[in-house]
């Protein structure tokens, strides 16, 4: 049988990188749904490894756009009117598992898995989103008063998209990466 179309796959297949957003700001309400989205998401242990930073404040989303915009990358950041910021917080694994790994061994998974859901949530909001790869962390845990020492999980920019066409997925071929035995 082929792949049948759902609702969750229209999701994903309706999310996708922006870059380029319009003036109109984004509301705060819009925000709180896409961190719930964050904090429901699975982890192992349930350990939670993460925390949200939400920057909304006109003057300090400019600054941590300016954090973004490193070596000459994401000069569209400038237009964003908001950011999520996911940081990694120590994760209490139960204790059988703690014994053989190391306490942050899911961590970048879990983080993984919470920006997916944060992004996913704002496509449902109608905000577009990027995961920002390439910034100043220092710089941006001076501004919001974050602990230098903090790991982030995500940087990720939101508004509303400029240009809302949805773009085909360039993505390897179904065939190409799985294999049922
Ligand atoms: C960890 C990570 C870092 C990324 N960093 C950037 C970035 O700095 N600038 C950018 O324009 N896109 C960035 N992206 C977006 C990817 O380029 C994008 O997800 C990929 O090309 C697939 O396209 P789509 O998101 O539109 O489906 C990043 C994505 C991830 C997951």
């Given amino acids: ?79 964003a009117k908001a950011f999520i910021i996911i940081l990694e917080e120590h994760a209490v694994l139960s204790p059988v598992i703690s014994c053989f790994l190391d306490s942050q061994y899911y961590a970048k998974g879990d983080l993984g898995a919470a ?19 390439v910034y100043d962390r220092k710089k941006i845990c001076e501004l919001l008063n974050i602990p230098v020492e903090k790991q982030f999980g995500a940087v990720i920019a939101l508004g509303y998209p400029l240009n809302d066409t949805i773009r085909s997925k360039k993505r390897k071929a179904f065939e190409d990466i799985v294999k049922f035995v």
Avoid at 115 to 133: F, H, P, W
Wanted: charged residues 15%; contains cysteine; hydrophobic residues 40%.
């Fill in 1 to 79: 049988m082929g792949i049948i179309m759902s609702d969750f796959l229209d999701l994903c297949k309706k999310r996708q990188s922006c870059r380029g957003f319009s003036e109109q700001p984004v509301e705060h309400d819009k925000l709180v749904q896409c961190v719930e989205a964050g904090r429901l998401t699975h982890s192992g242990c349930n350990a939670q490894p993460w925390s949200f930073v939400v920057v909304e404040s006109p003057e300090l989303v400019a600054q941590i756009a300016q954090c973004g915009q490193q070596l000459n990358q994401n000069a569209w950041l400038g237009s």
């Fill in 115 to 133: 920006t997916a859901y944060v992004c996913l949530e704002a496509t449902v909001q109608g905000l577009g989103s990027c995961i920002i790869g």
